[in-house]
């Protein structure tokens, strides 16, 4: 991935799948993860549906 300007540091400078990596991480590390919490998930879905 070639940088024709910048200073080529940071994450918009890694390569995707390095990008990726990280990424993920950090959705797993979510304390409100809605995979790990389902009754937070319907909760949440109701509150959405709400007008």
Known sequence: MPQ????GRGF???????QREI???GGEAS???FKKNPEKASE???KGGKR
């Open 31 to 33: 304390p409100e993860n």
């Open 4 to 7: 024709s300007k910048g200073s």
């Open 12 to 18: 918009g400078s890694m390569d995707e799948d390095k």
């Open 23 to 25: 990424a993920k991480k």
């Open 44 to 46: 949440a879905g109701r």
